[in-house]
């Protein structure tokens, strides 16, 4: 096939701009990571550093020996597994009774559910009723709040209306009850579905900020997007003393390490969930 001009000056334009757009997408990553590996030294003698003449993990030594930044790894960490298990549990539940049209009221749970997905209280309604649920200060207020998405719920009942019903048929002619049948058929039929939603659910658990800032008042629970937030905003941060690194690194280089350790864990499971990711988005997606 003979091309034209026109159409080979586009195609260097298109891969000219493609790649700028993707330069200056990957600099800000690649430059928050050479500033956290670099030498504190080499770091306060020079304006800019691009590439390391020398590299150091003073940073990351000085960060994870205090007490305030593992402290906080480990609540972000119990919010993520805790929090995706629960809700994972509940939207599956939700939404495989919702796909069964014995189910009576079906129609009203669904519209209810919709409503949520288009009107939202606000956030004092919010605030208080997890302030009247007593729930002020405790995990539970980011667990609770953020528990099922209508959004996710419609999207999962799409997924296992595609699951032909004569398998449940089969099942209970063998002897199998509703909740038998749901945790050892559609569940294991569910797993690309369920990784999709676990991984947004884990996302937003593991990013909590907001809700976080609202709900907890004792710094010892703080998650750590909160953490990260305060050694951003101030020059220094009275929570992070190091038994270790006697004298702290720069500012610049802690806050860069700190947003590396933030991002890693959710950029370490992605690419293990990859596989199941766009085909357990779609097929929920397709028929509501």
């Known amino acids: 096939m003979i091309r034209t001009n026109r159409e080979r000056a586009f195609d260097v334009v298109n891969v000219l701009l493609l790649a700028f757009i993707a330069i200056v997408t990957f600099f800000p990553i690649y430059y928050v990571f050479i500033v956290s590996f670099v030498d504190p030294t080499e770091y306060l003698t020079k304006a800019y550093v691009l590439w390391p003449e020398k590299w150091s993990i003073e940073s990351y030594k000085f960060l994870l020996s205090t007490k305030a930044f593992p402290r906080s790894i ?3 960490g119990f919010l993520t597994v805790v929090g995706t298990a629960l809700s994972l549990m509940v939207t599956a539940s939700l939404a495989y009774a919702l796909s069964r049209r014995r189910l009576r009221g079906r129609q009203t749970f669904l519209m209810l559910i919709l409503f949520t997905v288009l009107f939202s209280p606000g956030i004092i309604p919010h605030y208080l009723l997890v302030r009247d649920l007593h729930l002020m200060n405790s995990y539970w207020s980011l667990i609770l709040t953020s528990l099922a998405s209508g959004w996710n719920v419609i999207l ?78 101030s020059s220094s941060n009275s929570e992070l003393v190091s038994d270790v690194v006697a004298t702290p690194p720069p500012t610049e280089t802690l806050k860069m390490a700190a947003v590396i350790i933030a991002t890693a ?20 997606s397709v028929k509501g």
């Open 265 to 284: 864990p959710i950029l370490a499971v992605y690419p293990f969930l990859q596989k199941h990711f766009a085909k357990g988005a779609m097929v929920g």
């Open 74 to 76: 480990y609540n972000s």
């Open 156 to 233: 999962m009942k799409g997924f296992f209306d595609s699951i032909p019903v004569e398998l449940e048929e089969s099942a209970a002619i063998d002897g199998c009850h509703d909740i038998s049948i749901f945790i050892r058929i559609i569940l294991p039929l569910s797993l690309p579905s369920l990784a999709a939603f676990g991984l947004f659910y884990a996302v937003g658990y593991w990013n909590q900020f907001f809700n976080a800032l609202l709900y907890l008042n004792n710094p010892a629970k703080w998650p750590i997007q909160v953490l990260l937030q305060n050694l951003l905003i």
